[in-house]
């Protein structure tokens, strides 16, 4: 993409020399001869960065870089002048100028400038950007007196070194209050890094926890960090800790209780300061009685325990938590904010939600995917959620122009539903017609949202 540089400069010769030279190096240049000309024209021009003279008849550089900056503070300002004083560059500094060119110009260092500052304003637009998107989609909704007490709860635990032990249902956002539990406390500026114990392979678990040096094994090409060091003065956060071997265990408690370990091949102790969250959504005391949880890491672990509870216990929250995953979703696909009608929310709210928060997600995205007017009805609830006793309608296919990826999916989704309805909820039973091993099911059930009744 080419990227246009606006030159305010009322010297015509400088004009004409920088527009053949960055014209040259694949810039498009507008040019402005005062300082009036730059405020007026820089929203037509789009540029990506400004060459600002400070010597401007009328409206002076200072000034004019004063009220560019007002428009978009993300817009690098060069300025230049043959005979600044410091007193000058102090104040456009001051005024957020993104560096100070010297005439004559040398241009080599000035393209390299140019370059750094497109650089620089790419970066602040997509931090941005994703400072934006973090915070959105990061944050707890819900009124309910559950999801009111859980935030007292993180606010409470968030600021000490307390492991915290998150446990509750598939998809009722125990990541999201992970992350929360971060946020409230003193470490929110430092990592916060993820590990999915049921992810990673045995074999790679203890290398991903503590990294390798070079040559640990076959494979470990270089040396790697692991993710205790990543987390250094952060939070590190093991999801899924119940699916974790024994060996494993064994391992991550000696680190809870020394905050020190050695990379996979090498006999260096290496020492941290990392906070742990721990999530899951197995019943972790049965998991002890059963021999498979170590009932020392679990006490290490459960200092301060969090329960989510599960959707159907804080119904109150649907409409929200719906209205919200609504207009995300339709944000997402930039299309006009679909409404809801009231009939909607009743009927959702008559439903179990065995897969909680996740589900009623899935099922916004998919009503709106689905919706061709401009609000939902209780008729685009889909008929899984309407009701298990109604049958689903039989071939019902996606209207074309929606795409094979997202077709396959609502097909996908309608197609397992059905068969699990007609096995009674019974997945060895519904794998078993659908031709699917029991954990190649288990594994598209969560993929695409489905959750089973547990009862
Ligand atoms: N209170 C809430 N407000 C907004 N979004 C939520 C809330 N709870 C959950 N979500 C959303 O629902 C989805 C599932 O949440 P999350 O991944 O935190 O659940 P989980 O308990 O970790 O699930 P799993 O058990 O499958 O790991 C995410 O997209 C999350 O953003
Ligand atoms: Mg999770």
Redesign the pocket.
Same mark, same amino acid.
């Given at each position: 993409m080419s990227r246009t540089i606006l030159v305010v400069d009322d010297e015509e010769s400088i004009l004409v020399s920088l527009r053949g030279a960055l014209e040259d190096e694949g810039y498009e240049v507008a040019v402005a001869r005062s300082g009036e000309e730059a405020v007026e024209g820089v929203d037509a021009a789009d540029p990506d960065v400004v060459i600002l003279d400070v010597w401007l008849p009328g409206m002076d550089g200072v000034e004019t870089l004063q009220r560019l900056r007002e428009k978009d503070p993300d817009l690098p300002v060069l300025m230049m002048s043959g005979h600044a004083t410091i007193e000058t560059a102090v104040k456009a500094t001051k005024l957020g100028a993104y560096d100070f060119i010297e005439k004559p110009l040398n241009l080599d260092k000035l393209l390299l400038t140019i370059e750094h500052a497109v650089h620089a304003r790419r970066l602040a637009e997509e931090n941005r950007y994703w400072r934006e998107r973090w915070g959105r +989609? @990061? !944050? #707890? /909704?819900?009124e309910s007196r559950a /999801?009111q007490e859980l935030r007292d709860q993180i606010r409470v635990v968030g600021p000490t070194r307390a492991s915290v032990l998150i446990t509750? !249902? *598939?998809? +009722?956002?125990? !990541? #999201? =209050?992970a992350r929360a539990v971060h946020r409230a406390s003193r470490r929110k500026d430092g990592p916060f890094v993820e590990v999915n114990c049921a992810a990673i392979p045995e074999d790679l678990i203890e290398s991903e926890l503590f990294g390798h040096e070079k040559g640990a094994f076959t494979g470990a090409a270089a040396r790697r960090r692991g993710k205790f060091d990543l987390a250094d003065g952060g939070t590190l956060f093991l &999801? !899924?800790i119940g699916d974790m071997s024994l060996k494993t265990q064994a391992k991550i408690l000696r680190v809870l209780q020394e905050m020190r370990f050695e990379r996979v091949g090498g006999t260096k102790t290496h020492e941290v300061d990392v906070r742990i969250i721990a999530?899951t *959504?197995k019943a972790l005391e049965a998991e002890i009685r059963e021999g498979r949880f170590r009932e020392d890491l679990f006490y290490r672990l459960n200092v301060v325990p969090i329960e =989510?509870p599960p959707l159907r216990e804080r119904v109150e &929250?649907i409409p929200m938590?719906f209205r @919200?995953?609504v207009r995300e979703y339709c944000a997402e696909e930039n299309r006009e904010p679909v409404e809801v009608d009231e009939g909607v929310f009743e009927v959702l709210q008559g439903y179990p939600w065995p897969g *909680? =928060?996740?589900e #009623? %997600?899935n099922v916004a995205e998919r009503m709106v995917i689905l919706c061709r007017s401009d609000r939902l009805t209780p008729d685009d609830v889909p008929p899984a959620v309407r009701g298990r006793t109604h049958e689903p309608r039989a071939g019902d296919l996606p209207e074309p122009g929606l795409g094979l990826r997202k077709a396959r999916r609502l097909f996908e989704r309608e197609y397992i539903t059905r068969h699990l309805a007609a096995a009674g909820w019974n997945v060895p039973q519904a794998a078993e017609a659908l031709g699917l091993d029991r954990s190649s099911l288990y594994k598209k059930l %969560?993929e695409l949202g489905i959750e089973v009744p547990s009862s």
């Amino acid at each position: 993409m080419s990227r246009t540089i606006l030159v305010v400069d009322d010297e015509e010769s400088i004009l004409v020399s920088l527009r053949g030279a960055l014209e040259d190096e694949g810039y498009e240049v507008a040019v402005a001869r005062s300082g009036e000309e730059a405020v007026e024209g820089v929203d037509a021009a789009d540029p990506d960065v400004v060459i600002l003279d400070v010597w401007l008849p009328g409206m002076d550089g200072v000034e004019t870089l004063q009220r560019l900056r007002e428009k978009d503070p993300d817009l690098p300002v060069l300025m230049m002048s043959g005979h600044a004083t410091i007193e000058t560059a102090v104040k456009a500094t001051k005024l957020g100028a993104y560096d100070f060119i010297e005439k004559p110009l040398n241009l080599d260092k000035l393209l390299l400038t140019i370059e750094h500052a497109v650089h620089a304003r790419r970066l602040a637009e997509e931090n941005r950007y994703w400072r934006e998107r973090w915070g959105r +989609t @990061h !944050e #707890l /909704i819900g009124e309910s007196r559950a /999801i009111q007490e859980l935030r007292d709860q993180i606010r409470v635990v968030g600021p000490t070194r307390a492991s915290v032990l998150i446990t509750g !249902e *598939n998809g +009722t956002g125990k !990541e #999201l =209050v992970a992350r929360a539990v971060h946020r409230a406390s003193r470490r929110k500026d430092g990592p916060f890094v993820e590990v999915n114990c049921a992810a990673i392979p045995e074999d790679l678990i203890e290398s991903e926890l503590f990294g390798h040096e070079k040559g640990a094994f076959t494979g470990a090409a270089a040396r790697r960090r692991g993710k205790f060091d990543l987390a250094d003065g952060g939070t590190l956060f093991l &999801d !899924e800790i119940g699916d974790m071997s024994l060996k494993t265990q064994a391992k991550i408690l000696r680190v809870l209780q020394e905050m020190r370990f050695e990379r996979v091949g090498g006999t260096k102790t290496h020492e941290v300061d990392v906070r742990i969250i721990a999530a899951t *959504n197995k019943a972790l005391e049965a998991e002890i009685r059963e021999g498979r949880f170590r009932e020392d890491l679990f006490y290490r672990l459960n200092v301060v325990p969090i329960e =989510v509870p599960p959707l159907r216990e804080r119904v109150e &929250d649907i409409p929200m938590l719906f209205r @919200h995953f609504v207009r995300e979703y339709c944000a997402e696909e930039n299309r006009e904010p679909v409404e809801v009608d009231e009939g909607v929310f009743e009927v959702l709210q008559g439903y179990p939600w065995p897969g *909680n =928060v996740r589900e #009623l %997600k899935n099922v916004a995205e998919r009503m709106v995917i689905l919706c061709r007017s401009d609000r939902l009805t209780p008729d685009d609830v889909p008929p899984a959620v309407r009701g298990r006793t109604h049958e689903p309608r039989a071939g019902d296919l996606p209207e074309p122009g929606l795409g094979l990826r997202k077709a396959r999916r609502l097909f996908e989704r309608e197609y397992i539903t059905r068969h699990l309805a007609a096995a009674g909820w019974n997945v060895p039973q519904a794998a078993e017609a659908l031709g699917l091993d029991r954990s190649s099911l288990y594994k598209k059930l %969560k993929e695409l949202g489905i959750e089973v009744p547990s009862s």
